[in-house]
């Protein structure tokens, strides 16, 4: 009866104290269902403390980024249309308008990506990958087709038939409107 | 002399009587809902603990949310973003439920922990399946959205479905 009185009176008194302190020199942590925290699961500081910078970031990307979205859109109408009012021979007066609002408003929306905060670390996986690759072929597309376009209205106003790039400024522009337009479907009709 | 072992044989062993349990392995899987589209993102990346005392255990999994793999880095990043998970990055589930009741089956209340605001879900059932000294558990449930506080992302001006079923399952090993 004294040895089990005494073992009780040992494990009631002697455990918070000695317990806690046999443990930390065994590396065994203690867990109560109190004490059960993330900090117990081993996670590193990133993933477990605040970045205010970050989440500022992150806010202010998806912003520029809806503008980018805004701007392609309406740059995708005004390249379809710049597309549909550009004629053979004879240069419709609302073609340079259009085509100047299509390169005035893609412009716009490059710089809302361009100046974009960066994602996180990691690489881009998905539909953007491919939103991103598309760019290698209409930002040069936007740069040439209207280059050759002024080509292709000079040889037009001195009656000379149409060569080098200014002869490619329809293939050129057209090639330019359908990656912009499928660049900007792949991100349109995602959230 | 046996008084003294048998009293250092309780000393030494009395602090690892309270059983715990480590998560082996995880799969947590999420479910966005659009009018014309679904989202499933998944994750293998959470990690968890259990303690059993008194009776009662007290199970905690978290996972970053950037962890979290829906297919595309653009969504993803948006997810974060609306979660402030730079803010709060862990989204964490508190699960206490009687030890006896990890027998079989059960239903417990769920607390999850996103965007830095609590909920706690009510009776929300548990699959255990015992093999050895692991044990496996699943669930699936559901989360409003507007109840953490988030901002449904939008596509063409209609936002996402505000409720978000998660499917869980997790293998176990008692320590």
Redesign the interface.
């Known amino acids: 009866m004294r ?1 089990v009185l ?2 009780i009176f ?2 009631l008194f ?2 918070p104290v ?2 806690q302190s ?2 930390d020199r065994f590396k ?1 942590p ?4 109190e004490s ?3 900090n ?4 590193g500081k ?10 500022k ?3 202010e ?2 912003r520029m ?1 809806q503008n980018h979205q805004l701007w392609g859109l309406v740059s995708v109408a005004a390249m379809g249309a710049a597309l549909l009012s550009g004629g053979e021979g004879n240069l419709p007066p609302e073609h340079p308008f259009l085509a100047g609002l299509a390169l005035g408003t893609y412009s716009v929306s490059a710089y809302y990506a361009l100046a974009a905060p960066d ?2 670390e ?8 491919l ?1 991103r690759w598309l760019a290698w072929i209409h930002l040069p597309g936007m740069i040439l087709t209207p280059v050759a376009g002024y080509l292709a209205a000079k040889q037009y106003e001195k009656n000379e038939p149409l060569t080098g790039l200014a002869a490619q400024h329809k293939n050129i522009a057209g090639i330019t409107a359908i990656t912009l337009a499928i660049s900007a479907a792949l ?5 | 002399m ?2 003294l072992m ?2 250092l044989f ?3 062993c ?3 009587w ?1 059983s ?1 349990y480590a998560l082996e392995k995880s799969h947590i899987n999420y479910t ?1 809902k ?1 009018t ?2 679904t989202v499933h993102a998944k994750t293998e990346k959470a ?5 059993c ?2 009776g ?3 199970f ?1 999994v ?1 996972v ?1 949310v ?1 962890e979290f ?7 993803d ?2 997810t ?2 609306v979660t ?7 989204v ?1 589930f508190n699960v ?1 439920v009687p030890e006896g009741n990890l027998k079989s089956d059960f239903k417990s209340d769920v607390e999850v922990e996103l965007a830095g605001v609590k909920q706690t879900l009510k009776d929300i059932p548990f699959t255990v399946k015992k093999d050895g000294n692991q044990f496996s558990v699943s669930s699936k449930f559901a989360i409003q959205l507007t109840k953490f506080k988030i901002e449904r ?4 001006t209609i936002p ?1 479905d505000d409720e978000v079923p998660i499917d869980f399952t997790s293998t176990w090993s008692v320590k």
Do not use: W
């Not at chain 1, 117990?40 to 996670?43: A, C, N, V």
């Not at chain 1, 991100?187 to 959230?191: D, L, Q, R």
């Not at chain 2, 793999?69 to 969504?75: A, I």
């Open positions: 040895v005494t073992s040992i494990v002697s455990q000695m317990a046999n443990l065994i203690l867990f109560t269902a059960l925290d993330v117990d699961l081993g996670f990133e993933d477990t403390q605040s970045n205010f910078k970050l989440q970031d992150l806010e990307r998806t980024l994602r996180p990691g690489a881009s996986y998905g539909q953007l990958n939103h991100v349109t009709f995602e959230f | 046996k008084f048998f009293s309780l000393f030494l009395l602090p690892v309270s715990q966005v659009y014309f589209k990690r968890g603990k259990g303690v005392e008194k009662s255990c007290q905690l978290a970053p950037k793999n829906s297919g595309d880095s653009s969504r990043v948006r974060l973003e402030k998970a730079a803010l709060h990055p862990l964490k206490t992302p939008k596509l063409l996402i």
